[in-house]
């Protein structure tokens, strides 16, 4: 409604002045505050972080402001943080998975606010944004049974607290029964995603003489650490016991073997969580579902079943 030059003109002055909109009187005007609301509980070393750095970007590039929540999830009360978060009058949320407690489907639900699942399987009726994890397990079973395994370890997050955790063990434990293997007893850990976790819970696996020949790790933070055990205990990766994991993180591919992973679609999960929250707003209709795919990444550190059990710490063989 007013002249290009002196638009401009008024830019400059702003700019030199260091003037700032006011953004609540603006959001009183038009009941929108372009921001995006987050709730993404912190489980110690996960991939959430670039899932969070890509819904921040795609939002962003469509001018929208993203408020997260980190909150540990063993002590987080995720009504409240989201009862906050709307009361600074978000346009949207975006919540990590699909377990969530009843009043905060409820708060939502009252609120009518658009939301998303991330990383979640999809739920009729609800918008989610996932892939298969299942599927991820599966993936991993099958190429160690291609390869000859029959004796597996498992090394994991805890089942009870983490249904991501708990749906990829369940996919690992499908697919073990399928191909007629065995999930071997007193080498199924579960523990926190860490490197010092995956180190002494593979190594606690060497000293237990389950005579396994592949280790599947729930994510490549434990598999790291169990690397660093097994090179410790003089145990070679592959020749004598193999080693598999999920996520396909940016060092995976420079550890010592390199690791064979699933490579999860972890950043486009933020990016089409956003692209699902930016269409709902514009007035859209997007698909309520989104499942993306997964790729299995083979490298150095699975082969072919050993001919001679692992070597132990103590120089016996397991």
Not at 15 to 26: D, E, I, S
Not at 294 to 305: A, W
Request: aromatic share 6%; net charge neutral; charged share 20%.
């Amino acid at each position: 409604m007013v002249q290009e030059t002196t638009r401009e003109r008024i830019l400059k002055a702003a700019r030199q002045l260091g003037y700032v909109a006011n953004g609540a009187a603006r959001a009183l005007s038009s009941r929108v505050t372009h921001t995006i609301g987050a709730v993404i509980p912190r489980f110690g070393n996960s991939s959430f972080s670039g899932m969070a750095q890509a819904l921040e970007q795609a939002l962003a590039q469509a001018g929208f402001t993203v408020l997260i929540a980190a909150p540990d999830y063993r002590q987080s009360n995720e009504t409240e943080i989201l009862r906050r978060i709307l009361e600074r009058g978000v346009d949207a949320v975006a919540l990590l998975g699909a377990v969530h407690a009843p009043t905060t489907y409820a708060l939502l639900a009252s609120h009518r606010v658009p939301y998303v699942l991330m990383w979640a399987q999809a739920i009729e009726g609800v918008p989610c944004v996932g892939f298969d994890e299942r599927m991820a397990g599966a993936l991993v079973v099958e190429h160690l049974a291609a390869l000859g395994h029959r004796r597996l370890g498992f090394i994991g997050g805890r089942t009870s607290e983490n249904e991501r955790a708990r749906l990829r063990y369940q996919g690992v434990v499908e697919a073990i029964a399928r191909h007629g293997m065995t999930l071997c007893d007193g080498v199924v850990i579960e523990t926190d995603y860490g490197f010092r976790e995956g180190h002494d819970a593979m190594a606690q696996i060497l000293g237990a003489g389950a005579n396994v020949t592949a280790v599947v790790c729930g994510n490549d933070y434990l598999a790291t650490g169990a690397l660093a055990a097994c090179d410790e205990a003089g145990v070679d990766v592959p020749q004598q016991v193999s080693i598999a994991s999920f996520n396909d993180n940016d060092f995976a591919a420079y550890l010592k073997p390199p690791l064979t992973t699933v490579r999860l679609p972890i950043r486009e999960i933020g990016t089409s969580a956003a692209t699902y929250l930016v269409e709902r707003l514009s007035g859209a209709n997007p698909e309520l579902h989104t499942q993306l795919p997964i790729e299995l990444i083979v490298r150095r550190s699975t082969g072919p079943v050993p001919s001679s059990p692992i070597a132990r710490a103590d120089g016996q063989r397991s």
